[in-house]
């Protein structure tokens, strides 16, 4: 059996395969076929691969030669005209959202899984992309605010006077906020974080930050970790709470997420009317409508002077490292649909692999994505 390995378009960096992975693989009695230069802004050249075992070639070659095809982000409509119909692609394509591409998945006959509709269970743990990718978010969401913040992020004391330590607030304390914690306070900032968990209070602590309760808050614990729908009575008080410590911040980091839906929108353009000049926001949640009323995926907007930066792909800034995690949590899932002879084994009664696909033999699998498709005019 053969496992193809696509270049990602641009901006994406990232690879879904790099050479040490290549290498594992081979170990399963698999062929690699990767797409030239697939590697090249990772930091992996064609002879790495090849070294590692892999075949490079064209793209048109992988996706007609292999029986898995690896692409992080959607294929193009040209890609379509080549693809093995039988074949089996793997990549994040948040479903929920792109009904349109759903739908001509299903025609052609393919099987997708997506791998961000991953069941979140302690069995997954070591296959879960959304948390090994939302731990770069993090890192570099605070080192891109270092970046833009014209002040330091520490306390100094100087013999011209003491400079005061920067103030974060962080929204939502899931994989990329405690991250993001965990960066600001070793940069020596002030950091006050809000969670409608208060299950995450303790790691939040623990980390050296400041926990904002707001009362009343819906219960999350079911949520995969991620955000809930809340009750008008709560969202008045959250509101009300997040504009006092939005006022005082340096920094902001926003990760609010609900699956499938908007992210909720929590600072509003009068609450970022009264942070000061040379505040910055980085809205994580930019992809899915972003955590603020002002943010554009993908662009900085600059509102009375804070600079909000709407960026959901900054694992793309870590391209090696990220690639590596990705790529351990791909061979990680590809365990449950390879067999030890090394053929293609799609086992539906295995609740991660099932999960996980969203299209298989010409229809769509899961009934959250036909539901919103259903729903579409």
Same mark, same amino acid.
């Given at each position: 059996?053969?496992?193809?390995?696509?270049?990602?378009?641009?901006?994406?960096?990232?690879? @879904?395969?790099?050479?040490? +992975?290549?290498?594992?693989?081979?170990?399963?009695?698999?062929?690699?076929?990767?797409? +030239?230069?697939?590697?090249?802004?990772?930091?992996?050249?064609?002879?790495? =691969?090849?070294?590692?075992?892999?075949?490079?070639? @064209?793209?048109?070659?992988? /996706?007609?030669?292999?029986?898995?095809?690896?692409?992080?982000?959607?294929?193009?409509?040209?890609?379509?005209?080549?693809?093995?119909?039988?074949?089996?692609? /793997?990549?994040? =394509?948040?479903?929920?959202?792109?009904? $349109?591409?759903?739908?001509?998945?299903?025609?052609?006959?393919?099987?997708?899984?997506?791998?961000?509709?991953?069941?979140?269970?302690?069995?997954?743990?070591?296959? !879960?992309? &959304?948390?090994?990718?939302?731990?770069?978010?993090? =890192?570099?969401?605070?080192?891109?605010?270092?970046?833009?913040?014209?002040? %330091?992020?520490?306390?100094?004391?100087?013999?011209?006077?003491?400079?005061?330590?920067?103030?974060?607030?962080?929204?939502?304390?899931?994989?990329?906020?405690?991250?993001?914690?965990?960066?600001?306070?070793? &940069?020596?900032?002030?950091?006050?974080?809000?969670?409608?968990?208060?299950?995450?209070?303790?790691?939040?602590?623990?980390?050296?930050?400041?926990?904002?309760?707001?009362?009343? *808050?819906? !219960?999350? $614990?079911?949520?995969?970790? =991620?955000?809930?729908?809340?009750?008008?009575?709560?969202?008045?008080?959250?509101?009300?709470?997040?504009?006092?410590?939005?006022?005082? *911040? !340096?920094?902001?980091?926003?990760?609010?997420?609900?699956?499938?839906?908007?992210?909720?929108?929590?600072?509003?353009?009068?609450?970022?009317?009264?942070?000061?000049?040379?505040?910055?926001?980085?809205? &994580?949640?930019?992809?899915?409508?972003?955590?603020?009323? &002002?943010?554009?995926?993908?662009?900085?907007?600059?509102? +009375?002077?804070? $600079?909000?930066?709407?960026?959901?792909?900054?694992? $793309?800034?870590?391209?090696?490292?990220?690639?590596? /995690? %990705?790529?351990?949590?791909?061979?990680?899932?590809? #365990?449950?649909?390879?067999?030890?002879?090394?053929?293609?084994?799609?086992?539906?009664?295995?609740?991660?692999?099932?999960?996980?696909?969203?299209?298989?033999?010409?229809?769509?699998?899961?009934?959250?994505? #036909?539901?919103?498709?259903?729903?579409?005019?």
């Amino acid at each position: 059996m053969i496992v193809g390995v696509l270049k990602e378009s641009f901006p994406e960096t990232r690879v @879904s395969f790099l050479p040490e +992975h290549v290498t594992l693989l081979k170990k399963w009695n698999v062929e690699v076929v990767v797409e +030239h230069n697939a590697g090249i802004t990772a930091f992996a050249t064609n002879d790495t =691969y090849i070294v590692s075992g892999a075949t490079v070639a @064209s793209r048109e070659e992988v /996706l007609k030669t292999a029986a898995i095809i690896l692409s992080i982000n959607n294929f193009s409509e040209n890609d379509i005209a080549f693809i093995n119909k039988t074949a089996v692609v /793997l990549g994040v =394509y948040q479903p929920l959202f792109n009904y $349109s591409s759903i739908n001509n998945w299903a025609a052609l006959g393919i099987t997708v899984f997506s791998m961000d509709m991953l069941p979140r269970t302690t069995r997954a743990q070591g296959m !879960d992309v &959304l948390s090994s990718q939302a731990n770069i978010s993090g =890192y570099k969401a605070v080192l891109t605010a270092a970046n833009l913040f014209p002040k %330091y992020f520490p306390m100094f004391m100087t013999a011209a006077g003491t400079i005061p330590p920067a103030k974060m607030l962080i929204l939502g304390a899931g994989v990329a906020g405690l991250q993001a914690i965990a960066t600001g306070r070793r &940069l020596g900032a002030v950091v006050e974080v809000f969670d409608t968990r208060p299950a995450v209070k303790e790691e939040v602590m623990s980390l050296g930050a400041k926990f904002i309760e707001v009362e009343g *808050a819906a !219960d999350a $614990s079911k949520a995969g970790g =991620y955000a809930v729908e809340q009750s008008e009575e709560f969202l008045q008080r959250q509101k009300a709470k997040i504009a006092e410590s939005v006022a005082k *911040a !340096d920094i902001i980091i926003t990760t609010a997420q609900i699956p499938g839906k908007k992210a909720p929108v929590l600072i509003t353009t009068s609450m970022m009317e009264a942070m000061k000049n040379g505040s910055v926001i980085i809205d &994580l949640a930019a992809a899915t409508g972003g955590n603020t009323e &002002l943010t554009k995926n993908d662009e900085t907007v600059i509102h +009375h002077g804070v $600079s909000i930066v709407g960026n959901s792909g900054l694992p $793309s800034g870590m391209p090696s490292d990220a690639s590596k /995690l %990705y790529g351990k949590n791909i061979l990680n899932f590809l #365990q449950l649909v390879i067999s030890k002879e090394g053929t293609l084994n799609l086992n539906f009664e295995d609740d991660l692999v099932k999960g996980t696909c969203i299209v298989h033999e010409g229809k769509i699998t899961n009934e959250r994505i #036909q539901a919103a498709v259903n729903a579409q005019p």
